[in-house]
């Protein structure tokens, strides 16, 4: 079994910084592409950034500039740095992994809450 857990998150003003972590533990033989994406209420499920085991990166157009992602390989641990933060950033994030252990399989982590004031 695989499991993603997500740290990080809080309430900042906007303007402010928060960094998002998720580990990736289990039956792990490699981890292909990894994700952060993002709920708002009411709102579906975006993509906010990816990054591939090589380590090239893409981001959502409204984040881009402002957010940065990157991974431990090593550590299996994947790591979202938010600055600027506006408002609409607001949501819960989650994290994504395709994980080899038997097989391929996609995973998600149980979500962390960030919240942005104006």
């Known amino acids: 079994q695989v499991q993603l857990v997500e740290s990080g998150g809080g309430l900042v003003q906007a303007g402010g910084s928060l960094s998002l972590s998720c580990a990736v533990s289990g039956n792990i033989f490699s981890i292909n592409e990894m994700g952060w994406h993002r709920q708002a209420p009411g709102k579906q499920r975006e993509l906010v950034a990816g990054?591939?085991?090589?380590?090239?990166?893409d981001y959502l157009d409204s984040v881009k500039g402002r957010f940065t992602i990157s991974r431990d390989n090593a550590k299996n641990t994947l790591y979202l740095q938010m600055n600027s933060l506006k408002p609409e950033d607001t949501a819960v994030y989650y994290c994504?992994?395709?994980?080899?252990?038997?097989?391929?399989?996609?995973?998600w982590g149980q979500g962390t809450q960030v919240t942005v004031s104006s």
């Open positions: 994504s992994a395709k994980v080899y252990g038997d097989t391929w399989h996609g995973y």
């Open positions: 990054i591939s085991r090589g380590g090239s990166t």
